[in-house]
C-alpha cells in the first residue's frame, strides 16, 4: 500500500493530531457543587447570626457612631500612624547600622532589636507608663557629670507619649528586621556600580538601594502596619482611650459586653481591609518595572 | 603627554592571596589599552583597584593627577573617607560585567541619574545629552524601557550611554561582553570601536582578541599578578615573545 508519507511522526501511542483549538472543555460539575454548597453554609451561618438576639444587633447599631467609639477610634488610628512613622523610621536607623561596618553602631543596634523584639510589647508599655517609679526626674547631662536641666518623669510620661513611645520603639525593632532584609535582597553590584559613579552611600541609598528594595519590604510592612493596628488595643491597659477603651468603659455601664465587642471587631476589620487594598496598590508601584512589554517593541529591532 | 592613568607597584592581596605583585602601567589621554590574560591573572582586580573599588595594600595610583583613595595634607598622605572616594570616582566611567543597571529606572533615568544627581548639570541639558547619547549606541527609541525589556546587548549598551553621560576622562570596561550570548557581543563590540575611534581613553578588559586587534593603540598582557608583556596589537598578538602569552594566544587560534 503507498500512502503519502508523513511529515511528522505522531507521538507515542499514535493517534491522529487534532487542532486544540477546537477542544471541548467539560463541564466543571464538582466545583460548582462545592461552591453551592459553601454558599449555602456561608448562608446559614449568616442566618443564624443575623437572628441571634445574644448578638445585639440593634444595640450595635445604636453605638457603632457613638461619639465615644469614633473618639476611640480616632485615638486607635493617631496611635497606628505615629507609631508605625516612628517606628519605621527608627527601624530604618537601625537597619542601617545594623549593616555598616562600624563595630559600635553595630552592637548598639543589635543590642536594640535584642531587647525590643524579645520582650512582650505589653510589658514594655507598662514599663513606659511606669517610668516615674525607676527614674522620678529625667535629666540632660554629662555622663557621671554635671546635669544641665531636669524634669519630673510624671509630666514628661502621660498614657499618650507612654503609648507612642511604647508602640514606636517596639515597632522599631520589628521595622529594623524587615528593612535590612530588603537591603539585603538588593544585588551588592547595585551599591557598587553607584559609588563607582561617585554617588555617596547616603545618596546610593535613596536612590538606588531603598527604591528596590521596597519590594520586599512592603509585604511584611503590610502585615505589621496591620499588627500595629490591633497592638494599639493594648494601650487600653495603661488609661488610653482608643477604641477598644471606649467600648469598654460603656459596657462596664451598659452590660453590653458582647455587643460592644463586635463594635470594635467591625471597625477593626473595616480599617484593615481598607489597609490591605492600599497595600496592593502600593505593590504593584513598586513593581511597576517589572512588567514586561509596556513598551511596544518596533517591528523589525534586531 | 602627561598620564591621565598612572599605576606604580600596585600590589594588592586577599588575606594570604597575592593578586596583584607590582603593576606599573601608565595610560595617556585618547589611548585605547586592552588588558588580555587568563582567568585569576588578575586583570579585573587592577581594573577595579583604579577606581579604588578595591584597596591596594602597597604602590599608588593616580589618575587625572590626584592619588586614588587619599589625599594629601601637609606632608602626608591621608586615607580618604567613603564619601571622599566617591567624589574622586566622578571623572571615571565604567562598566561592568553585568551591566549593573538600575532596574527601577527606565533607561533615561539611568542615564541623567549621575549626571543631574551627582554633576549637578541643569535636567534639560542632561536629557538632550543622554537623548545624544542613546542614538550613538543606537538605541535612540529606548528611552522610555525599563532595563528588564531589553536584551543582554540593548542594556550593555545603555551602560555605556550612562557610564559617558558624565563625560568621563577614562573609561574602564570589566569584561563588557563576557556576561552576553554569543550574537549579541559583535553590537557591543561596534559601540566599543566607534568610541575608541572617537578618541576616548579605555582601558578595557576583555577576552574579546579580535577586539584589541583592531581598536586598541597597545595591548597588555597579565598573568599571575604581573605585566607579562605589552606592546603595540600587532606585535603582542601576532608575534608573542614571552611563551605565557603564546600559549595564552595559541587557544584562539
New interface residues.
Given amino acids: 500500500m503507498s500512502e503519502a508519507p508523513r511529515q511528522t511522526p505522531s507521538p507515542s501511542g499514535g493517534g491522529e493530531f487534532r487542532d486544540v483549538a477546537s477542544a471541548h472543555v467539560p463541564f466543571p460539575v464538582t466545583k460548582l457543587v462545592l461552591w453551592a454548597l459553601v454558599l449555602l453554609i456561608a448562608a446559614d451561618f449568616a442566618w443564624i447570626c443575623a437572628n441571634n438576639p445574644n448578638f445585639g444587633w440593634p444595640v450595635i447599631g445604636e453605638y457603632f457612631f457613638n461619639p465615644e467609639v469614633i473618639r476611640g477610634l480616632g485615638t486607635s488610628l493617631g496611635l497606628t500612624v505615629v507609631g508605625m512613622v516612628l517606628g519605621t523610621i527608627i527601624g530604618l536607623i537601625v537597619a542601617v547600622m545594623k549593616m555598616s561596618d562600624n563595630r559600635l553602631a553595630q552592637v548598639l543596634a543589635g543590642l536594640y532589636v535584642w531587647f525590643f523584639r524579645g520582650t512582650p510589647l505589653l510589658v514594655q508599655l507598662i514599663f513606659w507608663y511606669n517610668m516615674s517609679t525607676l527614674f522620678p526626674t529625667l535629666s540632660i547631662g554629662l555622663p557621671f557629670g554635671p546635669s544641665f536641666g531636669g524634669w519630673d518623669t510624671n509630666s514628661v510620661i502621660t498614657p499618650l507619649t507612654a503609648a507612642v513611645l511604647g508602640l514606636a520603639l517596639n515597632e522599631a525593632a520589628y521595622m529594623a528586621e524587615i528593612i535590612r532584609g530588603g537591603l539585603l535582597s538588593v544585588d551588592r553590584g547595585q551599591a557598587e556600580t553607584a559609588s563607582a559613579f561617585g554617588m555617596t552611600r547616603g545618596r546610593a541609598l535613596r536612590r538606588i538601594v531603598i527604591p528596590q528594595a521596597m519590594r520586599s519590604i512592603v509585604p511584611p510592612t503590610g502585615n505589621q502596619l496591620i499588627s500595629m493596628v490591633k497592638a494599639t488595643s493594648l494601650v487600653s491597659v495603661i488609661a488610653m482611650s482608643d477604641l477598644l477603651y471606649a467600648v469598654q468603659s460603656i459596657y462596664n455601664r451598659t452590660f453590653e459586653i458582647v455587643p460592644m465587642l463586635l463594635v470594635a471587631v467591625i471597625w477593626y476589620l473595616i480599617i484593615t481591609s481598607i489597609l490591605n487594598v492600599g497595600q496592593g496598590w502600593i505593590e504593584r508601584y513598586y513593581g511597576r518595572s517589572d512588567r514586561r512589554n509596556r513598551v511596544v517593541q518596533p517591528a523589525g529591532e534586531v | 603627554m602627561e598620564a591621565i592613568v598612572q599605576a606604580r607597584n600596585v600590589h594588592k592581596a586577599y588575606d594570604d592571596l597575592q593578586v596583584l605583585k607590582g603593576i606599573d602601567l601608565d595610560v595617556t589621554p585618547g589611548e585605547v589599552v586592552v588588558i588580555l590574560g587568563p582567568s585569576g591573572s588578575g586583570k579585573s582586580t587592577f581594573l577595579r583597584c583604579i ?1 579604588h ?1 578595591e584597596e591596594i595594600q602597597k604602590g599608588a595610583i593616580l589618575v587625572d593627577g590626584q592619588q586614588m583613595g587619599y589625599e594629601i595634607r601637609g606632608d602626608r598622605l591621608v586615607k580618604l573617607s ?2 571622599g ?6 571623572g ?1 566611567g ?1 562598566v ?1 560585567q ?1 551591566f ?1 543597571l ?4 527606565t533607561v533615561l533615568q539611568n542615564i541623567i ?2 549626571p543631574v ?2 554633576h549637578k548639570e541643569p535636567k534639560a541639558q542632561a536629557v538632550a545629552y543622554a537623548r545624544e547619547l542613546l542614538k550613538r549606541v543606537g538605541l535612540a ?2 528611552e ?6 531589553l536584551s543582554g546587548g540593548q542594556q550593555q549598551r545603555v551602560a555605556i550611554a550612562r557610564a559617558l553621560a ?1 563625560r568621563p576622562k577614562v573609561m574602564l570596561f570589566d569584561e563588557p561582553t563576557s556576561a552576553l550570548d554569543p550574537e549579541l557581543v559583535g553590537e557591543v563590540l561596534a559601540t566599543m570601536k566607534d568610541l575608541a575611534r572617537q578618541g576616548l581613553t579605555m582601558i578595557v578588559v576583555t577576552h574579546e582578541i579580535g577586539f584589541a586587534r583592531e581598536a586598541a593603540d597597545r595591548v597588555v598582557f597579565m598573568d599571575g599578578g604581573v605585566i607579562v608583556e605589552q606592546g603595540k596589537p600587532e606585535d603582542v598578538l601576532v608575534n608573542p615573545q614571552h611563551p605565557r602569552t603564546q600559549s595564552f594566544l595559541a587557544r584562539f587560534i
Fill in positions: 577606581n573599588l567613603a564619601n572616594v566617591a567624589r574622586q570616582r566622578r571615571i565604567m561592568f553585568s549593573n538600575y532596574p527601577h529606572m541619574e549621575a544627581g551627582i527609541d529606548k522610555n524601557s525599563y532595563p528588564r525589556q558624565v
